[in-house]
Nanobody, 114 residues
Framework: QVQLVESGGGLVQPGGSLRLSCATSISAFSLVNMGWYRQPPGKQRELFASITSSSATNYADSVKGRFTISRDNAEKTIYLQMHSLKPDDTAVYYC????????WGQGTQVTVSS
């Protein structure tokens, strides 16, 4: 069964930075469009950043200019570099295919608070 393992979350002050990682066991990973999702407290999970197999990226307006998604096909891993974090970024962060087609991992908690 495909595994998605997110890591790198934590507690950070507003304006701070974090780098998340998502290790996968997806076969033919290099051909798969991937994405980062997040679920704020009491809200639905949403896709906010995606990266295609050719490394084209797309971002929600809420994170554009602050977050960067990248991938390492040799390691079957995607990353999320987050800067200028805001309290509204507080959420559990997940990775999955851009279609959300694999079983969800446990996610990693990001809390932005002073």
């Amino acid at each position: 069964q495909v595994q998605l393992v997110e890591s790198g979350g934590g507690l950070v002050q507003p304006g701070g930075s974090l780098r998340l990682s998502c290790a996968t066991s997806i076969s033919a990973f290099s051909l798969v469009n991937m994405g980062w999702y997040r679920q704020p407290p009491g809200k639905q999970r949403e896709l906010f950043a995606s990266i295609t197999s050719s490394s084209a990226t797309n971002y929600a307006d809420s994170v554009k200019g602050r977050f960067t998604i990248s991938r390492d096909n040799a390691e079957k891993t995607i990353y999320l570099q987050m800067h200028s974090l805001k309290p509204d970024d507080t959420a559990v962060y997940y990775c999955n295919t851009a279609a959300g087609s694999r079983p969800w991992g446990q996610g990693t908690q990001v809390t932005v608070s002073s």
